[in-house]
């Protein structure tokens, strides 16, 4: 069995390369049967998901396929709605999608532990418990990292922070889902 992560960006990728092996079954190996393919964006994910899941249809091993694309300002269900129809129609391998809510920095946001020993500088007490992030798929968490981490980058976080990460102490929702979703789909 084959496993494609079908992803909306290089900072996915870099997320998953530190945390998918804590994730996935033992007859899984990054890189050996399980790959991530990543997009320059959601445009550019949403335009090859029907051609990918043809392929991938048809190619000498069962495969499976794995769809991460970021919520932003989609209504969630309708995307995801979405996403599975244009898989439905182009090939017969099961999915599994999964929707960051908003975007990918609210799974940092959920865990403020691991933000600190990122950037020290950063106080993790001085935010943990406050209303605004006890869930943090509710807010714009780019922008809230920006404003507690001054030269805070997308890309150089999604290769610091998910070193850090817990996958139990989470408080993402969409986070949890992702994991307990890979987790089933995958044994």
């Known amino acids: 069995m084959r496993v494609e992560f079908l992803l909306e960006e290089e900072s996915m990728k870099n997320v998953l390369e530190i945390l998918l092996p804590q994730i996935l079954p033992d007859s899984y190996k990054l890189n050996e049967n399980c790959f991530l393919r990543p997009h320059n964006g959601k445009s550019d994910l949403r335009k090859s998901i029907s051609n990918k899941v043809k392929v991938f249809s048809r190619l000498y091993e069962p495969t499976k396929i794995v769809i991460l694309h970021d919520q932003d300002s989609n209504d969630c269900k309708a995307l995801k ?107």
Do not use: H
Not at 128 to 137: A, I
Not at 168 to 183: A, L, Q
């Open 81 to 187: 709605k979405d996403l599975k129809k244009i898989c439905e129609v182009n090939g017969n391998c099961p999915v599994l999608i999964r929707i960051p809510c908003k975007e990918l920095e609210s799974w940092y946001l959920g865990d403020m532990e691991a933000i600190e020993q990122a950037y020290p500088r950063f106080k993790a007490n001085k935010f943990l418990g406050k209303e605004k992030f006890r869930n943090p798929d509710l807010c714009q968490a780019a922008e809230e990292l920006k404003k507690l981490i001054p030269n805070f980058q997308k890309g150089v976080a999604s290769k610091s922070i998910p070193n850090y990460m817990s996958l139990e102490k989470k408080t993402s929702p969409s986070f949890k889902e992702f994991v307990r979703g890979v987790k089933k789909f995958l044994n």
